[in-house]
């Protein structure tokens, strides 16, 4: 079985600081997401690497995927109350088609 | 352009009873995806289907659990006599014909609630 776990489990800070929030896979995966979901909606697809040591940046957003492509991380700089929300990571084998989610790290920023 | 829809947005049924959720894809995509999430949990696979077949099945739970497409659009989940671990937060998902298995769109899911 592959697992991804997700940490912190938990993260409140204040408007303006720096975070970074981690996924370690027990496996390799095709490629790997990062989600954000909001109380009551379902995930929204932030970006996807692919590609071991890839870094992809959304604004204020930097994903990396690890070498080996076993875990990535997500750093968001300047947090915004705007970014409060659940962020999960998957991974996909593009021979399976399905996705498989961490558990995620639900992130307060408070203003 | 319409998301993913799904009904009911709610549902709360009693033990034992038959519950039907069903999933409404983004027009034209071919691929579908139900998964389970339960509170403090991310998302769990439960089927995929690729037109009106399903793909891969390994995620449903048990017996009790049965998904159909019949006509590759609308999706039904069905639920044989609910069980309280069945609480939860019920996700469709869809992909479009032709793009990698990457792009999913999520619905906002159906809340149920087994007393």
């Known amino acids: 079985t592959q697992l991804l776990e997700q940490s912190p489990q938990f993260l409140s800070i204040q408007e303006g600081e720096n975070l970074t929030v981690y996924c370690n896979s027990s496996s390799v995966f095709s490629s790997l997401q990062w989600y954000r979901q909001e109380p009551g909606e379902g995930p929204v697809l932030l970006v996807t690497v692919v590609t071991g040591g890839e870094v992809k940046k959304l604004k204020r957003l930097t994903f990396q995927f690890g070498d080996a492509r076993k875990d990535s991380s997500l750093h968001i700089t300047a947090a915004q109350p705007g970014d409060t929300g659940l962020y999960l990571c998957?991974?996909?084998?593009?021979?399976?088609?399905?996705?498989?989610f961490g558990d995620g790290t639900t992130l307060t920023v408070k203003p | 352009g319409a998301g993913v829809s799904q009904t009911p947005s709610n549902k709360v049924t009693e033990k034992g009873k038959y519950v039907e959720l069903r999933c409404d894809p983004i027009s034209g995509h071919t691929a579908l995806y139900w998964y389970r999430q339960s509170l403090g949990q991310g998302p769990e696979f439960l089927i995929y289907f690729q037109g009106t077949g399903a793909a891969d099945d390994s995620g449903l739970p048990n017996d009790r659990f049965f998904a159909v497409r019949p006509e590759g659009s609308v999706s039904t989940l069905k639920i044989q006599r609910t069980e309280r671990g069945d609480s939860a937060v019920y996700l469709c998902?869809?992909?479009?014909?032709?793009?990698?298995?990457?792009?999913?769109?999520f619905g906002p899911g159906t809340r149920l609630l087994v007393l």
């Open positions: 998957a991974g996909v084998n593009t021979n399976a088609g399905k996705s498989t």
């Open positions: 998902a869809s992909r479009p014909t032709g793009t990698s298995v990457e792009t999913q769109y």
